[in-house]
C-alpha cells in the first residue's frame, strides 16, 4: 500500500507558479499519480493524473522523475480561489485501496 | 463527464436513528465505490471498498454492521448508517472509478454532512 507523504501547508501570493511535492517511495510498478484539490465542505475533486515524466492539462502540470519516487504538482498563476487542499494519491489496480495522507493546505494571499 | 452524485447532501436527524446515503455514478457505471469519512480539518479516511454484486471489503476498525453498504448495480451504492449516535456526525464521501483499467482515477461526490443530534 503506497503511502504518501506531503507539507502540511504551503502560503503563496496571487500570480505565483506554486509547486507542491509528494513523497511515495514504495509506489508499485503499476500504480498512478493522481492530484485532487478539496474546498471545505465539498469532495475532492480530479486536477491531473500521471504515470511518469510530464504531463499538462489546462490548470496543472505534473512532474514525475524517473524513479517515481515523488511527484511535483505545479499551479501556474495561483489565484485566491485556488486556497484549499490538495492530495496526491497513489495507486491504480481496480480493487487496490487508495489512502489519503495528510494533504497540503494551500493558502494563497492577495 | 465522469459525475459522481451524492444525496442527501446534508442530514441532521435524532440519536438512534439510521440515515441512508446514496452514492450514484451519472454517466458511467462503476464496478468499484468507496466511502471515505472525513472529521473536521482531517484528512478522508476510507472506511470501505463497495463491489457491485459482492459484499463490501471494510478497513480495519469500521464495524460492518454499524455501516452498511450496497453495490446493487452498477451506477448506485448505498450506505446505512445504523442506529447512528452523536460520534457518528461526520463527512462522509463517496467515489467511484470509471473503468477497471490502472490509470482510471477515482471521482468523487461532493459528500454528505451527517450531524446527530
Known amino acids: 500500500l503506497a503511502k504518501t507523504t506531503q507539507p502540511i501547508s504551503m502560503d503563496s501570493y496571487e500570480g505565483q507558479e506554486v509547486n507542491i511535492t509528494c513523497s511515495h517511495n514504495n509506489i508499485a510498478t503499476n500504480d498512478y499519480i493522481t492530484w485532487y484539490q478539496q474546498f471545505p465542505s465539498q469532495g475532492p475533486r480530479f486536477i491531473i493524473q500521471g504515470y511518469k515524466t510530464k504531463v499538462t492539462n489546462e490548470v496543472a502540470s505534473l512532474f514525475i522523475p524517473a524513479d517515481r519516487k515523488s511527484s511535483t504538482l505545479s499551479l501556474p498563476r495561483v489565484s485566491l480561489s485556488d486556497t484549499a487542499v490538495y492530495y496526491c494519491l497513489v495507486g491504480g489496480n481496480n480493487f487496490n485501496k487508495f489512502y489519503f495522507g495528510s494533504g497540503t493546505k494551500l493558502n494563497v494571499k492577495p | 463527464g465522469a459525475v459522481v452524485s451524492q444525496h442527501p447532501s446534508w442530514v441532521i436527524c435524532k440519536s438512534g436513528t439510521s440515515v441512508k446515503i446514496e452514492c450514484r455514478s451519472l454517466?458511467?457505471?462503476?464496478?468499484?465505490m468507496f466511502w471515505y469519512r472525513q472529521f473536521p480539518k482531517q484528512s478522508l479516511m476510507l472506511m470501505a471498498t463497495s463491489n457491485e454484486g459482492s459484499k463490501a471489503t471494510y478497513e480495519q476498525g469500521v464495524e460492518k454492521d454499524k455501516f452498511l453498504i450496497n453495490h446493487a448495480s452498477l451506477t448506485l451504492s448505498t450506505l446505512t448508517v445504523t442506529s447512528a449516535h452523536p460520534e457518528d456526525s461526520s463527512f462522509y464521501i463517496c467515489?467511484?472509478?470509471?473503468?477497471?483499467?490502472?490509470?482510471?482515477?477515482?471521482?468523487f461526490g461532493d459528500g454528505t454532512r451527517l450531524s446527530i443530534l
Open positions: 454517466d458511467f457505471q462503476a464496478t468499484t
Open positions: 467515489s467511484a472509478r470509471n473503468g477497471t483499467g490502472n490509470n482510471q482515477p477515482q471521482h
